[in-house]
């Protein structure tokens, strides 16, 4: 499938350009243009001579912004070009005659609007229904109309610009073409805005908007270029990708999770993302930060697993959402997202200065703070578990959501309120970071509280959660408090957070890269000697042995947190030659945890979301963690600790780094295996420091 997207609306086209209608549940895929959770468009097939033309290419251009489909029906070549630009879906078709005599070509344009809410898509079953009216034709198309189980009523219209005969459903076009002549109709499909008929204008101008808005989320980013073509590939897919994700809300820019079944806001993800992204980008930050505290919890509702300042999981806007079929309006049950809002706050204020920002947001980072103690911690023993208010929510509710995730040794799933490591680590970052930004603000008594608070979570989690036998964190403890003793990969996240003492960091590192659990492609989220471990049938194996793009980007930013900067290259490395492997060099959220084998391709994950946001901005987090890479907004200066570029990457330069209204350009060369970095250029009043000592004591460095 191919895929575009404009803020709310996504569309997914086979290698023709046609959608057929597909759902999940029968196909293991699906199509159609979505509009705020409801597909619009479920149908648009063309045939030429009442056959569908044979395809000959098909891709998306490199900045995201065009699909094209180059088809052949005998002497006829047909080019379908299309542009996805504020819910609408646009079309140029253009049909030439490549023969030596005159030809005729009669276009069927098939199409048809289902409303199917994406849930339904997905394949679930529905309590309520809504009703669809007869659609209305007029002079240049078809309105479809439909009266939602929620009381909305939605409108979609498919129109084009050529006259046409039509049958209910299907548009005639009757092209009479001389040798070498090209005739082209337009076509658009989508939400009905009561817009003028389509024509080549409107095409242009959707196809000049949709590039607009890609440039204007990548000109916010520096320049960033290297020795390796192949690796400046893999950097302008993976920007152009959170470009694509991104949408732009009232609050600001938000990379939406990913396509086609995460295309909306969720907390976890969109924190992550802006972390990932925050050392290049921080108005992405700001816009997720700006987002999340519109949207933060103010009522206790088991429905929608809320409880006051809680941070949301995901917010859906379809019909299902909106009927309460499901509890998406939104939903609040994940038990992360609360302490790394609070994280991604204050490396927002390290990486900016931005006071006033902070001031403003202030009081919602004190109601996280307050659900952590009081509705966090469910049974007052200090560390924050979860457990689900109805059987609609989710079982698991930390970044491994699957109902397998969370097991004991002998592969029994863990019953209760489960606690898991990495949240605990979180949770002790986010006291750390709100007790300095509570010092910047000059309450100094709630900063004094908080850092103790944080250092006694620090010093009852290593008791709780670390076990000799295993070598490393125990994954979770249960509801009577018995360790979860498997070997994940959740302990790379405590690494990131800070939480492991300095003298049990290479412990973790070292099980972490361990063959059991580093693939050569990426870091297992379960070890492969696990009872649980499967590495890549689904639904088992989406959490318990596959490798995800950004678990694996976590760990190495945590390495380097630590000082293992040549552990942080070498996770690079492994995803970096991963991506060779897949189309674009686009990685997927996740793909199978099979060990690495000498002329072998790392194993597709059959579901895998495509692109997906958290994935396409890791390569950017581990860029930060190998260069060691700090900036202080508030005092504009730039730190470079020990950087280690890898054997495969001589060069890299990253021009037009932005800190605050100035800038700096950095470049770094690796010589005879050490790594040296240069300031190029820098605005007056921008500090540039660097360290290039090898073998150092771990540091304490700024991460989530």
């Not at 196909?27 to 619009?40: F, S, V, W």
């Not at 998306?60 to 489909?69: I, L, S, Y």
């Not at 479809?144 to 209910?168: C, Q």
């Not at 242009?204 to 400046?232: H, L, V, Y």
Request: hydrophobic share 40%.
């Amino acid at each position: 499938m191919f895929v575009l997207k404009h803020n709310d609306s996504f569309a997914m086209l086979d290698e023709k350009g046609n959608i057929r209608g597909l759902n999940e549940k029968e196909h293991n895929t699906a199509d159609g243009l979505i509009c705020k959770d409801m597909r619009l468009v479920s149908r648009a097939i063309l045939t030429v001579n009442g056959q569908e033309p044979h395809s000959e290419y098909a891709d998306v251009d490199d900045d995201n912004v065009v699909f094209t489909a180059k088809l052949k029906a005998g002497d006829l070549g047909i080019t379908r070009s299309f542009v996805l630009f504020n819910d609408n879906l646009y079309e140029k078709i253009e049909v030439k005659n490549n023969g030596s005599a005159a030809a005729a070509a009669k276009l069927d344009y098939n199409y048809e609007a289902d409303f199917k809410d994406l849930f339904e898509v997905r394949g679930w079953e529905r309590k309520k229904k809504g009703t669809a009216e007869t659609p209305k034709a007029d002079k240049d198309g078809t309105t479809f109309i439909h009266n939602g189980a929620d009381n909305v009523v939605r409108r979609a219209k498919v129109s084009f610009s050529a006259a046409f005969g039509a049958d209910p459903g299907t548009a005639h076009f009757n092209l009479a073409l001389a040798p070498g002549e090209t005739k082209t109709i337009y076509a658009r499909l989508g939400k009905d805005n009561g817009d003028a008929p389509v024509s080549e204008a409107a095409f242009k101008q959707a196809k000049a908007g949709a590039m607009d808005f890609i440039e204007e989320q990548i000109a916010r980013r520096p320049a960033i270029t290297s020795s390796n073509a192949a690796f400046d590939n893999w950097l302008r897919q993976n920007a152009a990708d959170i470009a694509l994700l991104t949408t732009e809300f009232p609050t600001g820019p938000y990379p939406c999770a990913g396509i086609p079944w995460y295309s909306t806001p969720f907390g976890r993800d969109g924190i992550i993302t802006a972390f990932q992204m925050l050392w290049q980008d921080p108005d992405l930050a700001k816009g997720v930060l700006t987002y999340l505290s519109d949207h933060q919890a103010t009522e206790t509702s088991k429905f929608h697993d809320s409880e006051p300042g809680k941070i949301m999981h995901e917010i859906r806007q379809g019909e299902m959402a909106g009927a309460k079929e499901v509890p998406h309006a939104p939903y609040y049950g994940t038990a992360d997202a609360t302490p790394l809002f609070i994280s991604l706050a204050g490396a927002y204020f390290e990486r900016t200065g931005d006071e006033a920002f902070l001031r403003k947001i202030w009081p919602n980072i004190e109601a996280a703070l307050e659900w952590i103690d009081k509705y966090g911690d469910r049974d007052g023993d200090g560390f924050v578990e979860y457990y689900r208010g109805e059987e609609s929510g989710l079982g698991n509710q930390g970044w491994k959501d699957s109902n397998d995730s969370i097991s004991h040794a002998d592969g029994n799933l863990a019953p209760g309120s489960i606690a898991l490591c990495e949240v605990q680590g979180y949770v002790y970052d986010a006291k750390r970071t709100a007790s300095q930004i509570a010092a910047a603000l000059g309450k100094a008594d709630v900063s004094t509280r908080l850092a103790k608070e944080a250092e006694d979570l620090a010093e009852r989690f290593d008791k709780a959660f670390w076990s000799d036998s295993l070598g490393t964190y125990a994954l979770a403890l249960d509801g009577a408090k018995k360790p979860c003793l498997v070997n994940s990969s959740n302990p790379g996240h405590l690494l990131f957070s800070g939480i492991v003492p300095p003298e049990r960091a290479a412990k973790v590192a070292d099980k972490l890269m361990a063959p059991d659990m580093f693939t050569g492609w990426g870091i297992r989220t379960l070890s492969s000697k696990e009872k649980r471990y499967e590495p890549v049938k689904p639904p088992e194996g989406y959490h318990n042995g596959t490798v995800w793009v950004h678990d694996t980007a976590i760990a190495a930013a945590g390495f380097a947190r630590y000082g293992f900067e040549d552990k942080a290259a070498q996770l690079l490395t492994a995803l970096f030659n991963a991506a060779a492997h897949f189309p674009r060099m686009r990685l997927p959220e996740l793909f199978g945890g099979l060990q690495k084998e000498a002329g072998k391709p790392p194993a597709l994950y059959p579901v895998a979301c495509n692109p997906q946001a958290w994935a396409s901005a890791s390569e950017s987090l581990m860029m930060q963690a190998m260069l060691g890479i700090k900036i202080d907004g508030r005092t504009k200066t730039i730190s470079v600790d020990n950087p280690q570029l890898p054997d495969w990457l001589d060069a890299l330069s990253i021009s037009g780094l932005k800190i605050g209204d100035s800038t700096i350009s950095l470049e770094f060369r690796r010589e005879n295996g050490h790594t040296a970095v240069e300031c190029i250029e820098k605005s007056p009043g921008v500090t540039f420091k660097s360290s290039s000592a090898q073998g150092h004591a771990p540091q304490m460095k700024r991460h989530i």
